[in-house]
């Protein structure tokens, strides 16, 4: 059976630090995978998706930025932190089209 | 651009009641899928049901099932014999056929279920 692996599950980072955020997934191939942010009391926004190995596409303009170096990992990454990127992210992934979308577990980042 | 709107923040029901939640959505498209999604307070995203647009018949899961209303673009969920269990956060989201599939999801609705 599938499953998707995200850490860490908590975080805390100081302004201006650089942040990586790991997502691996198990059992499928060539899934389709998602960065989503979701800020407190809000639903999910998504920042970034992918849909092969090397190939990522960004949804909003930000400080952050989205890598696929194999095809089951997706990495979340900052070079600077800023107070605004404080929230909870969410991986996901997906394999045939029509399927839903299946989350890991989250990263709670919050910036000092 | 896709919206999804949840028009109750907060609702409570009794438990063994059952609980109507609302979503309504804007799209131009004609093929899609329609999702409602759990987050209890783990945070954890956990798939209730799907949607096919292009099925007329509702989407049943044990006691969660949808009133799929295409042209009034309307999908709401309906919890039967509520458990305290499905207390949590309830999202319903959307996804265009084809592509991406990407998700847009709408502010969520906060349910409690009460003893």
């Known amino acids: 059976s599938q499953t998707i692996h995200q850490w860490p599950a908590t975080l805390v980072q100081p302004v201006g630090s650089p942040l990586s955020l790991e997502c691996t997934v198990e059992g499928t191939s060539n899934p389709n995978l998602y960065w989503y942010r979701q800020a407190a009391g809000r639903g999910l926004q998504l920042l970034f998706y992918s849909v092969g190995i090397g190939q990522i596409s960004s949804e909003v303009p930000q400080n952050l930025s989205a890598s696929r170096p194999q095809d089951r990992q997706f990495i979340l990454s900052s070079k600077k932190l800023l107070l605004s990127d404080s929230g909870f992210y969410l991986c996901a992934w997906r394999d045939y089209a029509g399927q839903p979308q299946h989350f890991g577990d989250g990263t709670r980042l919050s910036i000092l | 651009?896709?919206?999804?709107?949840?028009?109750?923040?907060?609702?409570?029901?009794?438990?063994?009641?059952?609980?109507?939640?609302?979503?309504?959505?804007?799209?131009?498209?004609?093929?899609?899928?329609?999702?409602?999604?759990?987050?209890?307070?783990?945070?954890q995203m956990i798939l209730v049901i799907r949607q096919?647009?292009?099925?007329?018949?509702?989407?049943?899961?044990?006691?969660?099932?949808v009133n799929f209303q295409k042209a009034a673009k309307s999908f709401s969920l309906k919890i039967s014999d509520s458990q305290l269990g499905d207390t949590a956060m309830y999202f319903c989201a959307f996804s265009p056929q084809g592509g991406s599939e990407k998700l847009v999801f709408g502010k969520g609705t906060k349910l409690t279920v009460n003893p």
Do not use: G, H, I
């Open chain 2, 52 to 65: 096919e647009a292009y099925k007329q018949q509702n989407a049943t899961e044990n006691r969660f099932s």
């Open chain 2, 1 to 43: 651009a896709q919206t999804v709107t949840q028009s109750q923040p907060e609702m409570s029901v009794q438990e063994a009641e059952t609980v109507t939640l609302s979503c309504t959505y804007d799209t131009s498209e004609n093929n899609y899928y329609l999702f409602w999604y759990k987050q209890p307070p783990s945070r």
